[in-house]
């Protein structure tokens, strides 16, 4: 249980510092996911709407 909390907070540690030292990159790496979310989104909409 200890190491899932302390890989957590890991992760939003490096997430954060990666922010604040690159923040045109991490704007771009987020509105990249985004984008791939919307695309994936709009792709079930299509299937489930042609069954």
Not at 37 to 44: E, I, R
Request: aromatic share 10%; charged share 15%.
């Amino acid at each position: 249980m200890f190491l899932r909390r302390c890989a957590f907070a890991c992760f939003w540690l490096v997430l954060g510092l990666f922010a604040v030292r690159h923040p045109e990159r991490a704007a771009a790496t987020v509105c990249a996911i985004a984008h791939g979310l919307a695309l994936v989104a709009d792709g079930l909409a299509r299937i489930t709407s042609a069954l």
